[in-house]
């Protein structure tokens, strides 16, 4: 089943605080659960609007993009 985008609104806009952040960095970022979870302060690159995935599916790092919107609250939380 896939949402639509208007569906994925509605979803996150029924959360807030770190749910939310959570939320929309799986469904921003296209990362899997545990890779949210395991995030780090240091994976996050707010000058190259990048994550570092470390230890994803097989092991491997990769590189997933920042989405602008997610910027401040990301920063805002990790204050």
Do not use: N, W
């Not at 569906?7 to 545990?34: C, F, K, N, S």
């Not at 570092?52 to 805002?76: F, I, N």
Request: glycine share 8%; aromatic share 4%.
């Amino acid at each position: 089943m896939v949402l639509s985008r208007g569906e994925v609104a509605r979803l996150l806009e029924q959360l807030d605080g770190m749910p939310h952040l959570m939320t929309a960095l799986l469904y921003g970022t296209g990362m899997r659960l545990m890779e949210c979870v395991r995030l780090r302060v240091q994976d996050v690159d707010f000058q190259y609007h990048q994550i570092v995935v470390r230890d994803g599916k097989g092991q491997k790092d990769r590189v997933v993009p920042l989405p602008k919107r997610l910027e401040q609250p990301l920063t805002a939380a990790i204050r």
